[in-house]
């Protein structure tokens, strides 16, 4: 009886196998009493009952689907499309709201929920209630770490200054080179967005971020931030928009350091025409526009400058869950203070990031940025006998997230940044190891 029972189930084709889902709901139907515990299937399965508008059906599976893997963005947004198409628009608004305050969302999957969104509210006559058109979301993360260079000190054993006539090497201190060591992470972070008629919506962002390291604790650290962002979306595929952004910025370092800085953005925004349904908008988004920041280094002022540049974003959220984002910065950092070495200093950065599911309940993330910038004179005779300034910069980061229930998650991961320099006195390595949980209501 045994050996029957386990060769009808090795008959029995894997839950999650491509061939398996691409067939019809009626006959993916037919696996349910043995795939019902699978995550893949379950979402398959509602999503083929939403493209045939069975949407109570759709969201049965759905929900069960979320019990598997609750923290599946596209699962969600299945939900709350077969929420609304039983009627319950009450229920799929709050589902949206509450799945856009995301922090990990790629904007092409944002893109999704706002149209999604708007399109229920100007289907109810602009009428709904600010309950449904407006949502909180609040986040709290706690990681440790172990970090091989704490305060990012150059890799400098001693250093040589280029005198008239003569050449000058002096021992570089060991409080000055790379200290390595444990720290300690918390954040707080608040989301709020509105969603008006005509597909106008407001974002607010803000987060307080404090880092405490026991044994260097010039390297502890508080920072705050604050985002508003006004977008008016594509209204479908095709479709251009706007967005326009103001932000601020304030660090504070145990060593002495004080920053804040200022910022404006707006630009474009063009819903990539696409092959899914209408109601799920394209999977792909792209961005375009200008910058400006207005930063202070208020602890050494000659260093403080104003950047003027552009940006672009290109990101989507393919089937099965994953997403993927490209973006680009170019633009000038000129000083205030004239007698700022180094002078202006042109800047480019370009950071790929990527968000693969690994299994019901996890998740990788890659996330690299390599930046590149130059300065317009001479940093100091004093550095080789006034060479220019050039630095370029590696970082990235590789995580790992296990979702361990609704609204509380596991990570851990590695991280990592090489920094090469026309001067010495700028190269610099980092790597560290962290892990932590993160909580949202």
Known sequence: MTLWMSSALAQQPACDDPAALSQTADTLRQSLQHCQNNASYLARLGRLYIQEQRYAEAADHLERALLFDPENPETQLDYALALAGSGDAASALNLVFALGQRPDLPDALRQSLRLAGEQWVQAAGGAASNSLTQATRMSTGMRTGYDSNLLGAPQLRSLTLTLPGENITLPVDGSSQPRPGLYARTDLRLEHSRL????????????????????????????????????????????????????????????????????LAAGLEWALPGTGAPSTSSPCTLRAGAEWQNR????????????????????????????????????????????????????????????TPM?????????????????AVG?????????????????????????????????????GVAQNASLPLFTLRSRGVYAGLRASW
């Open 359 to 375: 299994g019901g309940n996890g998740a990788w993330l890659f996330d690299t940025e390599a930046s590149h910038s130059r300065d």
């Open 196 to 263: 008006q008629p005509g597909g106008h919506r407001w974002d607010l962002q803000a987060a307080v971020l404090q880092r405490n390291s026991p044994r260097v604790v010039d390297a502890s650290s508080t920072q705050a931030e604050l985002q508003l962002e006004h977008t008016l979306s594509p209204a479908k595929p095709g479709d251009w928009g706007h967005y326009a952004s103001v932000a601020f910025t304030a660090l504070h370092t145990h060593a002495g350091t004080r920053y804040s800085s200022q910022g």
């Open 296 to 355: 202070q280094l208020r602890s050494n002022s000659v260093l403080s400058g104003r950047y003027t540049g552009l940006s672009g974003q290109w990101g989507c959220n393919l089937p099965g869950g994953r997403q993927w984002q490209l973006s680009a910065r170019a633009g000038r950092d000129r000083p205030v203070d004239l007698a700022r070495p180094g002078a202006a200093q042109d800047q480019y950065s370009l950071r790929a990031y990527a968000r």
């Open 379 to 415: 940093y100091s005779p004093l550095l080789d006998s006034g060479r220019r300034r050039t630095i370029a910069r590696l970082t990235f980061r590789v995580e790992y997230q296990h979702n361990l229930a609704p609204g509380l998650q596991a990570l851990g991961g590695i991280e």
